[in-house]
């Protein structure tokens, strides 16, 4: 072994010797205190060591260097002695803050910056949750749930409604939640119920309702009350249709994952979810695609001014359009969805100003269906009212995914071999790809990948659990992206 070899080889056994102390701490602070850990927004919740390994590498595809192990794990010792409340704790920005603070004493500058949380403890209560409709989304939502259920509280999946297909709607309802061909496996087990229309997955148990009409529902019956219900079936998506929702006993609020008409609310999180007020007993969290640009065109807008723009949108096929030629009542849907891209419109640009009203009339947007089941991309084309330079942008947008407010909704990469399945269970609403980057004077393009179906669920979850209270507190405080230099 030459002497390079097994420097790395030393390297890794330390790396991995950091990473398996790590993991206890990490435990005991979920355990005895509800805090959750992670390195520059990555959650360590059930992690191995290798994922932690992975966590501070990935500071290197966002940031100037790796963090290193040996630099958060002293953080890590000092929280797990601390006497915190519930909150979710980066320590990977702890540890670059306390490195620029230049201070010598690591507890003081921590007992500073967790000074809201030290000696506190949340007693939040939590709210029901009804899935209506468990297609796709449906399930992804299922499944985040749960695994949100176990890690902060305060939402709590307790049934879902659907129309009985069969006479095993139950078995084939629980085997379409435990085995996904996009995202794989359920995370645990999943048992059934049959003769109380029960499905229990990780100890939660999910009642299945069998219904024909929302407001025929009496949720009560079920011990749900005030619950938010999420209506995933895309079916209404008006006041007057989603209205139905609130005849039903035991319901208090109602989210549609697709883009709503009229006069509702339509909500990016991140974005707007602050406009939501306890008036609003309907809401909408618009689109896949609204939700991946939004984000990146309103710090992109606040920084350089939008004068105009074009959104093409390259859409992983959906389950509205055919296998095989046949009729459709849309343009060009029709044909083979796993044969053909397939122009077809969409509404997500002018949907943009529904929840940034500056941007109204400054986009058209057109989409490209492609032959894969789940990744799309969005492609930015757009006119600022500066003149811009590549290597400024990404930077500034990496500082974005790295330190702002937005971070849970814009994330950047800087690779050269990332393909769509690359981002398939990401948690962002969009993925900036740094090196396709184009500008020229006041030209500017980007791309941004989004997960359309994981990506997506996950800000709607953003939004129940914003509705029910139950978001958790984030330390350090971010910044706003207006404010990064």
């Known amino acids: 072994m030459t002497a390079n070899a097994h420097a790395e080889q030393n390297n890794w056994n330390e790396k991995i010797a950091l990473a398996q102390e790590m993991l206890p701490l990490i435990g005991q602070l979920h355990r005895n205190h509800d805090v959750v850990v992670s390195i520059f927004g990555r959650l360590l919740v059930g992690a191995t060591d290798i994922d932690i390994i992975k966590a501070h590498r990935y500071a290197r595809r966002v940031a100037d260097n790796e963090m290193p192990l040996s630099q958060t794990i002293p953080v890590l010792r000092e929280l797990a002695d601390m006497d915190l409340g519930t909150a979710s704790i980066d320590i990977g920005r702890l540890a670059t803050g306390f490195a620029k603070s230049g201070g010598a ?3 003081a500058y921590l007992d500073e910056e967790l000074a809201e949380i030290v000696g506190t403890r949340s007693s939040n209560e939590s709210t029901d949750v009804v899935l209506y409709g468990f297609g796709r989304i449906g399930r992804l939502l299922a499944r985040i749930l749960i695994s949100r259920e176990a890690t902060y509280g305060g939402c709590r999946l307790r049934a879902i409604v659907v129309r009985k297909n069969s006479d095993d709607d139950l078995v ?7 085995r996904d061909s996009v995202h794989g496996a359920f995370d645990g087990t999943i048992t059934i119920d049959e003769d109380n229309d029960v499905i229990w997955a990780n100890g ?3 009642q299945v309702i069998y219904s024909n009409s929302p407001a025929e529902v009496d949720y ?3 011990g749900i009350d005030n619950a938010i219900v999420v209506d995933n079936t895309g079916r209404w998506r008006d006041r007057e249709g989603l209205s139905q929702h609130l005849e ?5 609020r109602v989210v549609l994952t697709a883009p709503g008409k009229g006069d509702l609310l339509n909500v990016v999180y991140g974005i707007n979810h602050d406009k939501i007020t306890d008036e609003d007993k309907i809401i909408t969290a618009a689109s896949c695609t609204t939700n991946g640009i939004t984000p990146v065109l309103k710090v992109l807008n606040d920084r350089y001014g939008v004068e105009h723009g074009h959104v093409e949108t390259v859409h992983s096929f959906t389950n509205d359009q055919n296998l095989i030629d046949n009729f459709h009542k849309g343009t060009r849907r029709g044909r083979a969805a796993t044969l053909n891209m397939v122009i077809t419109e969409t509404g997500a640009a ?6 940034l009203p500056e941007f109204e009339g400054k986009l058209t947007g057109n989409a490209i269906r492609v032959p894969t089941p789940d990744v799309s991309m969005a492609v930015l084309n757009l006119t600022l009212e500066k003149e811009v330079d590549r290597d400024e942008v990404n930077n500034f947008l990496r500082k974005v995914s790295l330190h702002s407010d937005l971070r849970q909704q814009i994330s950047y990469i800087h690779s050269p071999e990332v393909v769509s399945t690359d981002f398939v269970g990401t948690t962002y609403a969009g993925i900036v790809d740094g090196l396709a980057t184009i500008a020229s004077g006041k030209h500017l393009v ?18 129940v659990e914003e509705v029910a209270g139950a978001r958790p507190e984030i330390y350090p405080r971010r910044i706003e992206a207006a404010e990064l230099s």
């Open 172 to 178: 084939k309802r629980a085997s379409l939640l435990r």
């Open 105 to 107: 004493d690591l507890r």
């Open 248 to 252: 039903s006993k035991g319901v208090g």
């Open 220 to 222: 009560t019956a079920y």
């Open 446 to 463: 980007v791309y941004v990948w989004y997960d359309n179906e994981f990506g997506y669920s996950n800000q709607v979850v953003r939004i």
């Open 350 to 355: 002018k949907a943009v100003s529904k929840a």
């Open 204 to 206: 939660t148990k999910i």
